[in-house]
């Protein structure tokens, strides 16, 4: 039954009827929030921004239906359903009841405020491998979202230019408060430029089929994890919940896979720490195979940033807020936009191609994934993008005899023009990157040096090596345990046998480690020589 179109009924008197002892309120722009014991009630409020309408019961029973049905598909266990709000026999509103519906509300279990990401990092309790698992749920989330015809169209370039000059036109009388003329002129020629000098990579992102029925507004606020899956030994992002997506329109939700990972970037370096940004980056693109993003996602933090300066400053427009929040969100629109025009800057740091390689079992990998985490910069490796070529999952196994098969010569030289155009895909975004292969040709280091010497930017080679009987323990040992890598015992002599010598790179570029130390020696020896 449809609630009757009284939008008066969604007042301040009502929300003081639903109010109980012992309940919270939080109020947002566009909602209500009732906080129980264990229960959660978000009441829709009756109003217009244009890009949202909500000035009808009717519309927000639509919304309320449309909320519980796609958060369902990050937190399945989090939304109950759309519950009518009644009127009891004494008249008071409540939750629920069988009278006739005066609106709507969305019930949701209420989980824990300690395990929420923000909290989490503000307490420093939010690690890298937090975010891993993040990054490996969402990447898993957009490979099986929706992806058609009209998700592609509507999420496609045009939809994001009307989004953008939508920004501009709702904070044209606003802006000026935050950002001087100069800064607001600079941000907005930025966007505008940036959608017109690289239309064809838009184009090419919806074509690859990277377009989808996303989240819309992915923020740490709505990011819920537990350790309770640590001391299981998982770490595959099964307890990752995230709730809040947008359910009102769908040129906010149906968008590049990259807009909501630059969302929650952006949020994380908003909230001082960009280092943990770049690692979910890498995190993602590795677990999505999905190095294509990067080139964009300095656009997509800009304009995450600027809709939620925008946000802030409707917040303080509406001139519901007491002094002290109004300075609040006075600080937090400044921040936000500030951040929109600091988007299109790269870091200090200039970027810079790390080429990782060695025999079978040197340890290449390890060094890689390790210097990888600990710079924060994405690893692109040839064993998962061979996988990714041949349509199979990282770490099944593929018993090819050696130099056949899928480890042909043709097949081999395919996989290192991916993963070079892969790592070139990092580089145009100003960022380094590492690859981690065997780069057991010369051919295969000069490529990778040429990509280095195209863009402009240092190069170096680090070898791995370790005594053979070393590498054989270590093939013995990965026989007990699934692993990405496809190196094994029976291979490990032809590959030592058909080994080129570094000998066409200048010393300089030219670094050799021994991965019988320890770990953490290589990784200092690593800190100072780069």
């Given amino acids: 039954m449809n609630a009757p179109s009284q939008p008066s009924e969604v007042d301040g008197q009502l929300v003081g009827e639903l109010l109980l002892p012992g309940m919270e309120l939080i109020e947002t722009h ?12 978000k009441v829709k409020k009756p109003v217009d921004f244009g890009f949202l309408d909500f000035s009808t019961a009717d519309k927000r029973h639509a919304a ?36 006739e519906p005066i609106d709507w509300a969305v019930q949701m279990v209420r989980l824990p405020e300690e395990d929420r990401a923000d909290l989490r990092l503000a307490s420093g309790r939010l690690s890298a491998s937090h975010l891993d698992r993040v990054a490996v749920r969402l990447a898993r989330f957009h490979e099986s979202a929706r992806c058609d015809e009209e998700t592609t169209q509507i999420g496609g370039l045009e939809t994001v230019k009307a989004n953008v000059e939508e920004n501009f036109a709702q904070t044209r009388a606003e802006l000026g408060r935050y950002l001087d003329p100069d800064q607001a002129a600079q941000v907005k020629a930025w966007q505008r430029q940036f959608l017109d000098r690289k239309a064809s990579l838009f184009a090419a992102r919806q074509a690859a089929g990277r377009v989808r029925d996303g989240h819309g ?32 329109n769908h040129r906010f939700r149906f968008a590049d896979v990259c807009a909501d990972v630059a969302f929650l970037a952006m949020d994380l370096s908003w909230h001082g720490r960009p280092d943990l940004a770049e690692r979910f980056l890498a995190a993602y693109a590795r677990a999505a195979n999905d190095f294509d993003l990067y080139p964009l996602v300095d656009f997509y933090e800009s304009y995450r940033a600027f809709v939620r300066g925008k946000i802030a400053s409707f917040g303080i427009a509406s001139g519901r807020l007491d002094f002290p929040g109004r300075q609040e969100a006075i600080g937090e629109a400044r921040r936000y936009f500030l951040l929109a025009l600091a988007s299109e800057r790269r870091a200090l740091a200039p970027p810079r191609l790390l080429a990782i390689g060695g025999m079978i079992a040197s340890g290449k990998s390890t060094i890689a994934e390790n210097l990888g985490a600990e710079l924060a910069v994405p690893v692109v490796d040839a064993d998962r993008t061979r996988k990714f070529l041949l349509g199979r999952a990282p770490a099944e196994a593929i018993d090819d005899p050696a130099w056949q098969g899928a480890y042909s010569p043709t097949r081999t030289a395919e996989v290192y023009s991916e993963v070079l155009r892969r790592a070139e895909a990092v580089l145009q975004s100003g960022r380094s990157v590492i690859v981690d292969a065997s780069f057991r040709a010369r051919e295969h280091r000069l490529a990778a040096r040429q990509l280095a010497d195209y863009h402009g930017v ?62 953490v020696a290589n990784l200092q020896f690593l800190r100072k020589k780069l």
């Fill in 217 to 248: 507004d992915l923020r740490l606020e709505h990011v819920y994890l537990t350790d309770d899956d640590y001391a299981a030994g998982e770490d595959d992002g099964s307890e990752v919940v995230i709730v809040d997506c947008i359910e009102f």
């Fill in 64 to 99: 309320c239906l449309a909320e519980v049905e796609l958060n369902r598909r990050l937190a399945p266990h989090v939304y109950l359903g759309c519950i009518p709000i009644t009127r009891d026999n004494h008249g008071r509103a409540r939750f629920g009841g069988s009278g």
């Fill in 30 to 41: 566009i909602s209500w929030v009732f906080l129980g014991g264990g229960d959660v009630w």
């Fill in 458 to 519: 240092p190069f170096r080679f680090i070898e791995c090596r370790a005594k053979p009987e070393i590498c054989r323990q270590r093939l013995r040992d990965r026989e007990r345990r699934q692993s990405v890598s496809d190196g094994r015992l029976e291979i490990f002599d032809e590959f030592v046998a058909r080994w080129q010598p570094v000998d066409e790179l200048p010393a300089s570029e030219h670094l050799v480690l021994d991965t019988s130390q320890p770990l």
